[in-house]
């Protein structure tokens, strides 16, 4: 072992092991053995290119905004997103060659940065002063960050008690202001396009169809750190549907361009309580009709989503399919990703929670390779982690709970042993 830990008192030497105090009481710090390096390999090792081009979205700046003059670029930047396999995670899909590409892994904590640097960098072109959102709390999150770092005056519209600490804490934090619509996503929609309309504000929510081409960078990175070969599912939890109609043209255009050979299926997986387009997909209705949302994954508690048309094109040009999971099954399939040690928001978890249920249909065969989307941090709704973990959320209930213990007075090591049985 060429390191040792050495006491900073009296430079006593130590092997690394569990004991982190000299003899003499000093603390112990590490030291390496003197080596030559060359300032060369470090410099070798981070991304060339700079600004923009390290973002994961304007790596692909000529098919997202190629007319774009470079000093409009409002970015993070973002993307970079790691792409991770665990066998407890394709155990419990029954799917063995499953990876989960965490968009929890953007700057602001979910995948709503890679649409947002592109529109914002829009409203920057158009002479904006500000921009406006409606949102189930992750996009009003992006939209701010970004509203900020532009300098632009950032309005969002939440459905009141609806959308987690989390999120709303970073809209605050980020200095846009919040309005409370009482009602749902959907109220709060409806009345950001008229505000808009009325004030002039630019309206950043994914029917401003910059967004959309911002979110295919999530299909360019990943189909490109997997060497260009199409997995054959792309798994995605289903809301206001943009993220569904931003894949399906992100994956045509690669096809088209002959960089890769095979277009992958879409999977677009709602929560059950707020499942309009799979009520539309499977029943084979020409059109959406919308329902009152309910769902403990409040980030895709919609009932009326925006994008269903280009949604609906992308299934079928995808050959895709779209499916919904329950509540239980979301929380659950949460539970075993973050058991995992690579953890999301609930929200995210559906899409685990999808192939699990369309691989026990044979929907997905055990043998497919699966890419499942995780949009958002785990840290963004703690409230419903710690609810399924003390039981108290409602109608879950949870397989895997793991609650704190209180350290009862005086018996310290009985209560420990208890834990750790
Ligand atoms: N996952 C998370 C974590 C989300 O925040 C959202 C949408 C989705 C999935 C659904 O994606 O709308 O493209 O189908 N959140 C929006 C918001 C609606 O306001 O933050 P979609």
Redesign the pocket.
């Known amino acids: 072992m060429p390191s040792k830990f050495r006491c900073i008192r009296c430079s006593r030497e130590y092997e690394p092991g569990s004991v982190f105090r000299c003899e003499c009481g000093g603390l112990l710090e590490v030291v390496h053995e003197p080596i030559k390096w060359d300032r060369s390999v470090v410099d070798s090792r981070l991304c060339p290119m700079g600004v923009p081009y390290s973002s994961g979205v304007w790596r692909y700046k000529e098919l997202i905004h190629p007319g774009l003059a470079q000093n409009m670029i409002v970015t993070r930047p973002e993307g970079n997103t790691n792409v991770y396999t665990r066998k407890s995670v394709s155990e419990f899909v029954g799917v063995a060659n499953l990876a989960m590409k965490h968009?929890?892994e953007n700057p602001t904590g979910?995948?709503?940065d890679r649409g947002m640097t592109v529109a914002v960098s829009e409203a920057v072109r158009q002479g904006a002063k500000a921009v406006a959102?409606?949102?189930?709390?992750?996009?009003?999150?992006?939209m701010a960050a970004y509203a900020a770092q532009a300098g632009l005056k950032g309005v969002v519209f939440?459905p009141e008690g609806e959308?987690s600490y989390g999120?709303l804490s970073q809209a605050m934090a980020y200095g846009s202001k919040v309005v409370q619509v009482p009602g749902s996503?959907d109220d709060a929609m409806r009345i950001v396009q008229e505000a808009s309309r009325e004030l002039g504000l630019y309206l950043l929510?994914?029917i401003n169809p910059w967004r959309v081409e911002g979110?295919k960078s999530i299909m360019f990175e990943l189909l490109h750190q997997r060497g260009w070969e199409s997995p054959d599912w792309v798994v995605?939890?289903?809301?206001?549907?943009?993220?569904?109609?931003?894949f399906g043209k992100a994956l045509l255009e690669l096809a088209e361009l002959g960089w890769i050979e095979k277009v992958p299926r879409i999977a677009?997986i709602q929560a059950e309580g707020a499942s309009p387009f799979y009520k539309m997909w499977s029943s084979g209705a020409s059109s959406l009709e919308s329902v009152k949302p309910e769902t403990v994954?409040t980030?895709?508690k919609?009932g009326n989503?925006?994008?269903w048309e280009k949604?609906i094109r992308v299934i079928m040009e995808t050959e895709g399919v779209v499916d919904h999971v329950s509540d239980s099954e979301i929380m659950e399939a949460k539970a075993v990703v973050d058991a995992s040690g690579v953890g999301?928001?609930?929200?995210?978890a559906?899409s685990v929670a999808g192939v699990r249920k369309l691989a026990s249909k044979g929907v997905i065969k055990p043998d497919e390779d699966v890419v499942c989307?995780l949009?958002?941090n785990l840290l963004?709704d703690s409230d419903a982690t710690i609810g399924y973990h003390t039981g108290k959320l409602k109608g879950v209930s949870g397989k895997h709970p793991n609650a704190p213990t209180r350290l009862e007075d005086g018996a310290v090591s009985t209560s420990l042993r208890r834990i750790l049985k």
């Open positions: 968009e929890g979910s995948f709503k959102c409606a949102s189930t709390g992750n996009t009003s999150a992006s939440i959308i999120k996503f929510n994914s979110q995605v939890p289903a809301g206001n549907l943009g993220n569904t109609s931003a677009s994954a980030a895709i919609i989503p925006v994008s949604a999301c928001e609930p929200a995210s559906a989307i949009t958002g963004k």
